[in-house]
Nanobody
Framework: QVQLVESGGGLVQPGGSLRLFCAAS????????MDWYRQAPGKQRELVATITSGGSTNYADSVKGRFTISRDNAKSTVYLQMNILKPEDTAVYYCHQRGSWLSEEQWGRGTQVTVSS
């Protein structure tokens, strides 16, 4: 069964950095578009970053210049490098594998990122 497991979250001070990891198993990772979403308390889930199978990326305006999404297909892992973190980045971060005819849609269970002094 396809599975995504996030890790790397934690507590960090404003201006600090974290690197999130999403390890995938199951079919279709290498050809799938992968996303990072986040959801803060009382807010709807927000698309943060996207990376295609070929490495093309896109970012929400709120994180451009600060966050970098990347992937290592050999390791079936997608990353989110988060720099210059702000309190408003506090959220549960989820990785997402988009479904297609050769990949199954899958959501991870999330990892908590808290930016606070």
């Amino acid at each position: 069964q396809v599975q995504l497991v996030e890790s790397g979250g934690g507590l960090v001070q404003p201006g600090g950095s974290l690197r999130l990891f999403c390890a995938a198993s199951g079919r279709g990772f290498n050809i799938a578009i992968m996303d990072w979403y986040r959801q803060a308390p009382g807010k709807q889930r927000e698309l943060v970053a996207t990376i295609t199978s070929g490495g093309s990326t896109n970012y929400a305006d709120s994180v451009k210049g600060r966050f970098t999404i990347s992937r290592d297909n050999a390791k079936s892992t997608v990353y989110l490098q988060m720099n210059i973190l702000k309190p408003e980045d506090t959220a549960v971060y989820y990785c997402h594998q988009r479904g297609s005819w050769l990949s199954e849609e899958q959501w991870g269970r999330g990892t908590q990122v808290t930016v606070s002094s």
